[in-house]
């Protein structure tokens, strides 16, 4: 099933029959012969392919940088799509000046990437640190001091209006708005039919099997208005499953349940990556270490799946059945992800140890929602570990154990016992399994830490021994 | 002065290989690599592969019409694998079609029956199987078993180093265009365009003449396209000689990371001995180098190797072995430091074993044994004037080392399970390729009637800056400003016979040819000028800032005046200059003589802090000091300070090489093998160029920068240690690099059962 994808791409427009499922950076490059966007990785580590992505918000357009490596050209109708050819001006734009002025470009295969994650910065109406606006793009030729300092001599959220009336972005961004509007709406989703290849934010299937997408029929689920979006319903949350990491993390109700989210993100992923990758495609992608996926384990979430208009709910703790194994009929459509609130004093904690601390894939990651009753006692526990099974693991004899026991080094020894016995860890990239089998014990150890920190000093945890 | 490409790299209008509009009929290739390490070829079947859609050709080793070689020192690495296959990817066919999807696909129904041969993956049993390449080699002074009798202390151990993906970010890549008959251009992202050409002469056995090749720039290389680029050079142009249309290589980062060889792991022991006070007397080393299945640059890294693994110190009785040796990886090659790091890792290994011993702070015998003046190195040569100790007492004043100590002292003391470590790096970098015969460069420089001039070299830009530096120098050795200069591509058919942009000498070398390209200009102008002038002598004129000067004073004659009188006067406004380093020698047969021009130094401190509970840590800080000379572009140089640096630290730390033990690269893509990012490197970098330095041969007075500071980053491994020791004081730890989270955890908690609450 192909469908004319109309979209915006710098200031021209564009109707292509192309497949939906071709890389938007395969198009840019080889068919609208936009070389400033360079491919080095196809697989979104790098971000020397990352244009911006406008999408229409409310009369206005909310550009976000994403990596073209990873999305479907499909997706990009109705958008306006920005590379670094449709960002120069007849002069230097303030972030090519300041990365010139910083001598912070060598060779300069990476810099038109970085010219557009800092121009996203600057576009954004989110407040995105310097830091998280360098997060998705790799240099191996400056050392980054020079980025930095670039980076950080810049205006953050000045605004596409702002920066457009200032000559800082092309006149023609003025226009973009009511060109968007313009453009009809795709085709209302039909059914899929059952060869199609579903695609959410596609962040690992094309990592995983991008050439073979290209030329297949494709069913797009990404930035669908029914499956995006975060609810509050009385006790629970409803997410959408193609809601990306990025708006989830931005939702002030997810906010509310895990208060320290955008800290958490920022082991998560990249800013672009976290723009495409989508909470229900990080559940059916089933990585046992899928980091989003182990957060949901320990807030207890339940999935809502659809097939032929019959609706169901399962916990995510029961969803996994082994390696990609899932309780998914087949064309069933994750549809929503329902997270309930914890009771006030409940207190949540992510881990995750990987080689580098950002865009990386763990070597084990983990997550722990405690709750603690005014005498000191737990009174319910969720602990979930990832990397040390075939599965997402939620660790439900050690949760309970923990349910109605007072913190203490006694207990936290008996756990660690326990929490070997449930884990499974195999030797693999990520490290071998004894060194897994050491991080569950020191993660628990740290969870403990961050969640009781009155209750346990970590002198006397390593005294008791 | 800035990167003169920066303004078109921010555009992203600056263009690589492939950026360029593709010739009509244009082919794309995608290479078939060997499935298993080691093995004879039984059958290769490309039938399905040639009826598949969009095919045109499939090349294999039978259609290569010269000779199926291009190993660049010993003659051992087939272009395209004939019979038998010694890595896993080596190349073995070659599928062209109308796009690159195609070509892969057509790719994928290529199959192959190998009868498997052993695979080995470890270089000391390679050694003990007699797979070596090369002789073994040993450079020795004094008398190492008699120094070691009256040493007080002696400690001995074992290093094991892992090798590093280069991962510019511009992959391998080369297009082919046939020209006349007889005759193709090759459009090649390497840093040796004369190896390409030499090479794909072989290859079609044609000669040097029929073959053109241009180098625009590089995305990046770092060693990896010193050598490893001719081979896709090659199999473009092998591919567009066979089919008559023009060919694109473009690896995928897969492909590349799984065909091309890296920096090269190794494994050492050392034997390190000294006095009470801390004198070194005596140092034994053996390194095996894990060589990978090919010569490629291995013995010229080896030998790398072994002139460096006395660091920065003086030790008077020392023996140095080392050996390629032989395995089932494809071939490790060149790498920014191409082998001193390793080197020099080992020696500092040895030091801090000694420190730990002797129970002594590292960097007191680190001093203790810093290289003077009238130190000689091993291979005879003496420091002479380069700055090792300047450099270090400089760091270590100037960023105030003893109050750091003393405040990671206390932090450490104050906190339980997190911990800071410090350390300090003296590099002492030998500068000039040690095959001394490599040692020459030239430069073509024309000027035009309206006074802007045209400049090539030999030198490749690949983002060190080299291009800003060549423009800088001719117009600054012509008296006039750089906008008049404009660098032309890296071209074979006007500089022939090129050494690789490596060695941190290509600065050196061309800067070198350009100065005296322009000198020969200038004497001929100063010439004409005089006669214009009714000057008598001719050395009175002087050009600056593009104004003829005579006497110093203004002559009332411009540039391009000058020029212009000059053509009319029918006087040659071009040159060409040739360079070779003076004085550079080394008899391999004795092991000694002076193969470095001199040497670059410096030193560099890395401060780290330490979760002792989940095994990360950051890296707080690098304060260095590096002696420069006399810089031509501070901001050029200190990109290569800082780029470097990254790197060292990445090797020492994140950068993680797994390989299978059936060969399989475990770590082939960016993301399973983590370089630095932004997150990772310091925010606290200092650097502080040396005062009142001069380098001896480096055009006006500048210093070779491009490979020294990468060795900055072993601090990083030594700091880490410091603070992992500031947890376990009587721990033994490995010297085992990388220094991963898993090894810096397991490392800490070694012994420990992860079910019982961990021991203090």
Redesign the interface.
């Known amino acids: 099933m192909r469908h004319d994808t109309h979209f915006i791409l710098n200031d021209a427009e564009i109707h292509t029959r192309a497949s939906g499922g071709l890389l938007l950076l395969d198009y840019i490059r080889n068919r609208a012969r936009l070389p400033g966007t360079k491919e080095g990785c196809r697989e979104g580590d790098c971000g020397a392919c990352t244009v911006l992505v406008g999408s229409p918000e409310g009369g206005e357009v909310n550009y976000l940088p994403i990596t073209s490596c990873l999305m479907p050209l499909g997706e990009a109708h109705g958008k306006h799509v920005v590379t670094i050819e449709g960002l120069n001006l007849p002069g230097l734009s303030p972030v090519q000046a300041a990365i010139v002025a910083e001598g912070a470009s060598q060779c300069g295969f990476c810099t038109p990437g970085f010219v557009v994650s800092l121009t996203a910065m600057m576009m954004s109406s989110a407040d995105v640190s310097a830091d998280e606006a360098l997060s998705g793009n790799l240099c191996r030729c400056t050392g980054y001091r020079s980025l930095k300092a670039a980076a950080r001599s810049l205006s953050r959220s000045v605004g596409v209006e702002a920066m457009t009336a200032a000559g800082e972005l092309p006149g023609y961004f003025s226009d973009i708005p009511a060109r968007l509007s313009a453009i009809p709406p795709p085709a209302a989703p039909a059914d899929p039919d059952s060869e199609a290849q579903w695609i959410a934010g596609g962040t690992d299937l094309y990592v995983q099997k991008g050439a073979a997408i290209p030329g297949a029929p494709v069913y797009l689920l990404g930035g669908r208005e029914d499956l995006t979006g975060v609810t509050l319903e009385g006790d629970h949350l409803r997410v959408g499953a193609a809601t990306t990491f990025q708006a989830f993390a931005g939702s002030r109700d997810v906010q509310a349940v895990a208060p320290k989210i955008e800290a958490y993100m920022s082991e998560i992923a990249s800013w672009p990556v976290r723009n495409r990758a989508t909470l229900g495609g990080n559940i059916i992608n089933a990585s046992p270490i899928a980091d989003m996926t182990i957060l949901l384990l320990a807030l207890d979430c339940s999935l809502e799946l659809e097939k032929a208009g019959v609706m169901r709910t399962v916990a995510l703790r029961k969803f996994y059945r082994g390696y990609k194994q899932m309780d998914l009929l087949p064309g069933e459509l994750l549809r929503h992800i329902i997270m309930p609130l914890p009771p006030s004093g409940a207190r949540l904690n992510f881990e995750k140890v990987a080689k580098r601390t950002r865009l990386d894939i763990a070597s084990v990651n983990s997550a722990a929602l405690i709750m603690v009753a005014g005498d000191g006692r737990i009174s319910a526990a969720h602990l979930s570990f990832g990397g040390v099974s075939p599965v997402p693991l939620y660790l439900t004899r050690s949760s309970d154990f923990l349910t109605g026991k007072s913190p203490s080094p006694q207990l936290l020894a008996e756990l660690l016992a326990m929490a070997q016995d449930e884990i499974a860890p195999i030797s693999d990239i990520r490290g071998s399994a004894d060194y897994k089998r050491l991080l569950v014990r020191q993660l628990l150890i740290s969870h403990f830490l961050t969640l009781l920190p009155d209750a346990l000093a970590v002198e006397e945890i390593y005294a008791a021994h | 002065m ?2 003169i ?12 290989v ?2 360029v ?1 593709a010739p009509a009929g244009m082919l794309y290739a995608a290479i078939f690599g060997s499935p298993v390490a080691h093995g004879s070829v039984a059958s290769l079947n490309v039938e399905d592969a040639l009826a598949a859609e969009g095919v045109a050709a499939v090349i294999t080793a039978k259609d290569i019409p010269g000779e199926n070689q291009i190993g660049p020192i010993i003659p051992d690495e087939p272009l395209l694998a004939d019979g038998a296959v010694h890595y896993r990817g080596q190349p073995l066919a070659v599928v062209l079609a109308k ?1 690159v ?1 195609l070509a ?2 057509g790719a994928a129904l290529i199959t192959v029956s190998i009868d498997p041969l052993p695979v080995i993956t470890d270089p000391r049993k390679a050694y003990e199987n007699g797979e070596i390449i090369g002789a073994p080699r040993t450079v020795a002074c004094g008398d190492v078993e008699a120094a070691f009798e009256r040493c007080d202390v002696v400690v001995s151990g074992s290093c094991d180093m892992g090798g590093q993906e ?6 391998q890549r080369s297009r082919a265009v046939p020209q006349e008959p007889g005759r193709l251009k090759i459009y090649s992202s390497t840093q040796s365009p004369y190896a390409g050409q030499r090479m794909i002469a072989r290859i079609l056995g044609i000669p040097h003449n029929h073959i053109e090749i241009d180098v625009l ?6 060693g990896g396209k010193e050598d490893q680029a001719t081979q896709w050079a090659c199999v473009a142009a092998l591919s567009a000689w066979v089919t008559g249309q023009a060919v694109e290589v473009v690896l ?3 492909e590349d990371m799984r065909m091309t060889g890296k920096r090269h792991p190794y494994l050492s022991d050392f034997k390190i001995g000294a006095t009470h006070d801390g004198k070194i007397l005596a140092y034994q080393v053996e390194h095996y180098q894990n060589s990978g299945a090919g010569a490629d640059l291995s013995t010229a890294v080896l030998e790398r190797t072994l002139l460096h693994s006395t660091g920065s110190y003086h030790i008077p009785n020392a023996r140095i072995f080392g050996v390629c040796c032989r395995t089932n990886l494809p071939p490790n090659t060149a790498f920014r430091g191409f082998g001193g790091p390793q080197g020099m890792f080992v020696i500092e290994c040895a030091i801090t074993a000694l420190a730990e011993k002797m129970n002594l702070p590292v960097a007191q015998l680190q001093r203790r044994n810093l290289l003077d003046k009238s130190d000689p190195f091993p291979y005879g040569q003496l420091m002479g004037n380069d700055h090792a100790i300047r450099a270090w007492d400089d760091a270590v004043a100037s960023y105030d080392f003893a109050a750091i100590h003393e405040r990671i002292d206390h932090f450490n003391a104050d906190h ?2 997190t911990k800071k470590g410090a350390a300090l790096m003296p590099v002492c970098f030998g500068i000039s390729f040690t095959t001394t015969y490599m040692n020459q460069a030239s430069a073509l420089l024309h000027v035009y009637t309206d006074g802007s001039v045209g400049l090539s070299t030999g030198g490749v830009e ?4 080299l291009s800003t530096n060549m423009v800088l120098l001719a117009a600054r050795a012509l008296g006039i400003d750089t906008g008049k200069v404009r660098i032309e591509s890296t071209n074979t058919t006007r500089i022939a016979n090129m050494s690789p942009s490596a060695a941190s000498s290509t600065t050196l070398l061309n800067g070198n040819a350009v100065v005296l390209a322009a000198d020969q200009i200038l004497v001929r102008l100063r010439t004409v000028a005089a006669e214009l002038l009714s000057e008598s002598r001719a050395d009175r004129i002087t050009i600056a800032d593009g104004e003829v000067l005579n006497g110093g004073k203004p002559a009332g004659l411009t540039w391009e005046a000058l020029v212009q009188h000059a053509y009319q006067s029918r006087v040659g406004l071009s040159a060409h200059a040739f360079y070779a380093t003076p004085d550079v020698h080394y008899d391999k047969q004795t092991e000694q003589g002076e193969p470095f021009a001199y040497h670059a130094c410096g030193t560099a401190m890395v401060e780290v802090t330490l979760d002792c ?4 840590y ?1 890296v707080d800080s690098v304060k260095m000091v590096h002696d420069l000379g006399r810089p031509l572009s501070e ?2 140089d ?2 290569q ?7 060292g630290l990445g090797w020492m730390s ?1 950068e ?1 090489l ?1 390989y299978g033990e059936d060969g399989t690269l ?2 082939g ?4 093998y ?8 310091p ?1 606290d ?1 200092q650097v502080k160029f040396l005062e009142q330095t001069d380098g001896p041969i480096g055009p006006y007075g500048s210093k070779a920068v491009g490979e020294p500071p990468l060795m900055y980053g072993i601090a990083l491994f030594f700091a880490l240690r410091q603070a992992m020791r500031a947890f376990r004081p009587t721990a033994e730890f490995p010297f085992t690099a990388p220094l ?3 090894r810096v ?2 490392a800490l ?1 070694a012994g ?1 059962d ?7």
């Open positions: 800035l990167h490409d920066a303004t078109a790299h921010v555009r992203g209008e600056s263009t690589y492939d950026d509009p796009s999807a892969r696909k280069h991962v510019y970010l511009e992959t720039r590089l995305g990046g290389a770092f995928s980062r897969e339980f399970a690949m983002g060190q800056g509970v989940r095994g990360t950051t901001s050029v200190l990109g300070i800082e780029g470097g640096l990254a790197q994140l993680d797994q475990l770590s893509a960016l993301a399973t983590k370089l630095p990012d932004a997150h990772f490197m925010d970098i991963t989270p898993e955890l397991t908690y420990d992860p079910g019982e609450l961990p021991r203090k």
